[in-house]
């Protein structure tokens, strides 16, 4: 807007005079004209992020951390691959990738009934066969009255629902079906099981395990790594950060709140096959918006910008319109 003409000047402000002589009118104008549009640049807050890439498979108990530090905590997710997603923390939260990776197996035939003092390993647990009721310590299994009792002796040893032993610590067992045959299966999903060793030193021949060790594990792929940790975040953040599913096998992590205050919060991962990118350890990218008022206007070389709402350095108020060529 134009300024006044210092004819115009002299003619308002001489026109408030016998109203009050302190009061210039034309000069009050003049400064409201002044001020409606001042020359800047402003800008819109930008929220702060990083990006998680999951280059390959993932595995159990590997985590991604979130720590904003004005807020009391952390969020620790943790990739689990087990039925009972069992924690190595209480306060981690599970990223649930159980059906995502295949647990190992290996099946123990025994179709004659063990003879005492024949062993069998499974991982670094040795099960020794003793006569009927003298199994009293743990890594005993009865002999059993006949070849049912003892099956149901071996699967109640493993399981430790015997009252004797201590439940495997890495593997569980199926009953014994109509073949003679009992599957062991690994806890935990993923190919660390294929190294849970399952030998034996039975009588009789046919008493035996079909592989030395576990078989048929496969780990979590990235992708569906991905998946189930956008979901726990989204589920559970207390950090004040959002996440999406990206390009690729990627995750976004974005703070809710726009701004530089985004940029130091901290985030770190225990994950052989991901990184942040540069290897950051915080979020980074966060930019103040331009405080200003409801109408305020500023204009550049460029643009003429207005706020169209009242704006902090959290908000995105500011809207542009190019000012073109001249003519």
């Given at each position: ?25 034309g ?52 990739f ?14 599970a990223v649930?990738?159980?059906?995502s ?5 290996r ?19 040795v ?61 935990l ?11 034996e ?31 726990a ?95």
């Amino acid at each position: 807007m134009e300024h006044l003409t210092a004819a115009e000047l002299k003619v308002i402000n001489n026109s408030t005079r016998e109203l009050d002589s302190a009061v210039s009118l034309g000069t009050i104008i003049q400064n409201i004209i002044d001020n409606l549009t001042s020359e800047g640049t402003p800008v819109n807050a930008v929220n702060a992020g990083k990006i998680l890439t999951i280059a390959d498979v993932v595995i159990d108990g590997e985590t991604v951390t979130i720590n904003n530090p004005v807020i009391a905590g952390a969020n620790v997710y943790e990739f689990l691959t087990d039925v009972a997603q069992s924690k190595s923390a209480t306060t981690n939260i599970a990223v649930n990738i159980e059906a995502s990776a295949t647990k190992a197996s290996r099946t123990l035939t025994v179709d004659t009934q063990p003879t005492s003092g024949n062993t069998m390993t499974v991982g670094t647990k040795v099960y020794t066969f003793v006569p009927v009721g003298t199994a009293n310590a743990d890594g005993e299994i009865s002999i059993g009255a006949d070849l049912a009792t003892a099956k149901l002796a071996i699967v109640a040893a493993i399981n430790g629902t015997d009252s004797v032993n201590d439940p495997h610590p890495l593997v569980s067992a199926g009953a014994f079906g109509a073949n003679d045959a009992c599957i062991l299966t690994a806890l935990l999903g993923g190919s660390a099981g294929t190294a849970i060793a399952t030998t034996e030193t039975f009588t009789a021949e046919t008493n035996i395990f079909a592989g030395a060790t576990l078989a048929g594990g496969a780990d979590c792929s990235a992708q569906n790594a991905v998946t189930a940790l956008v979901a726990a975040i989204t589920a559970s953040d207390t950090q004040g950060v959002g996440a999406v599913d990206g390009d690729g096998d990627t995750v976004e992590l974005t703070a809710d709140t726009a701004g530089t205050a985004g940029n130091d919060i901290v985030i770190g991962k225990v994950m052989a096959n991901a990184t942040f990118a540069g290897g950051a350890t915080k979020l980074s990218g966060g930019v103040d918006g331009t405080v200003g008022l409801l109408g305020d206007t500023e204009v550049d070389a460029s643009y003429l910008y207005v706020c169209t709402a009242d704006n902090t350095v959290s908000d995105k108020n500011w809207r542009r319109i190019s000012v073109g060529a001249a003519y």
